[in-house]
T-cell receptor, first 112, second 116 residues
Framework: DAKTTQPPSMDCAEGRAANLPCNHS???????VYWYRQIHSQGPQYIIH???NNETNEMASLIITEDRKSSTLILPHATLRDTAVYYC?????????????FGTGTLLAVQP | NAGVTQTPKFRILKIGQSMTLQCTQD?????MYWYRQDPGMGLKLIYY???????DKGEVPNGYNVSRSTTEDFPLRLELAAPSQTSVYFC???????????????FGPGTRLTVL
């Protein structure tokens, strides 16, 4: 699975959009981009995933560049409850093991 | 559905003691995983299972053992606890879907283990 690079921390004002970047320059053609988040002391929670098209669900939007070497997770109206560590993971879907390889993620602090 | 449940929530062990961390899922998932998370770090995979009777090592398996006799349960065994095993342990599960499906992993609430 490809390696990802994320900033260690970011701040965002409550009510504003939070844009979390992820670099995955060695991504392969059959690897998807996944985002999970971990609120303090809890287990990680799936947010969204994509292959090459932009994706949106009730939690967030995922923007993937045309060359697929980077992506941005967007929380459109951040709340204090969005304060968490956000993990960007790239992996093949439907592989033999379905393993996730976690990096250290980005700690997003939403400020009142 | 209760999802993924883990017991105990907290445990303190003395060096050399043994214990089993329990993990149960009620979603009929065939894939199950054990991770550990040290302070300020991401999760590291200890062991995983792709179905009952099948287990394999992850990134950091030393000092641990697992078994998978049923689809629902995936216990993690620490035989001789060491301070280096102080960590938060998460269990997760997912289902085997065809390529193109997103195979979301569902995580339990974690077990906080301290070895003194």
């Amino acid at each position: 699975d490809a390696k990802t690079t994320q900033p260690p921390s970011m701040d965002c004002a409550e009510g504003r959009a939070a844009n979390l970047p992820c670099n995955h320059s060695t991504i392969s053609g059959n690897e998807y981009v996944y985002w999970y988040r971990q609120i303090h002391s809890q287990g990680p929670q799936y947010i969204i995933h994509g292959l090459k098209n932009n994706e949106t669900n009730e939690m967030a939007s995922l923007i993937i560049t045309e060359d697929r070497k980077s992506s941005t997770l967007i929380l459109p109206h951040a709340t204090l409850r969005d304060t968490a560590v956000y993990y960007c993971i790239v992996r093949v879907v439907g592989g033999a093991t379905n393993k996730l390889i976690f990096g250290t993620g980005t700690l997003l602090a939403v400020q009142p | 559905n209760a999802g993924v449940t883990q017991t105990p929530k907290f445990r303190i062990l003395k060096i050399g003691q043994s214990m089993t961390l329990q993990c149960t899922q009620d979603m009929n998932h065939n894939y199950m995983y054990w991770y550990r998370q040290d302070p300020g770090m991401g999760l590291k995979l200890i062991y995983y299972s792709v179905g009952a009777g099948i287990t394999d090592k992850g990134e950091v398996p030393n000092g641990y053992n697992v078994s998978r006799s049923t689809t629902e349960d995936f216990p993690l065994r620490l035989e001789l606890a060491a301070p280096s095993q102080t960590s938060v342990y998460f269990c997760a599960s997912t289902t085997a879907l065809a390529e193109g499906s997103y195979n979301e992993q569902f995580f339990g609430p974690g077990t906080r283990l301290t070895v003194l």
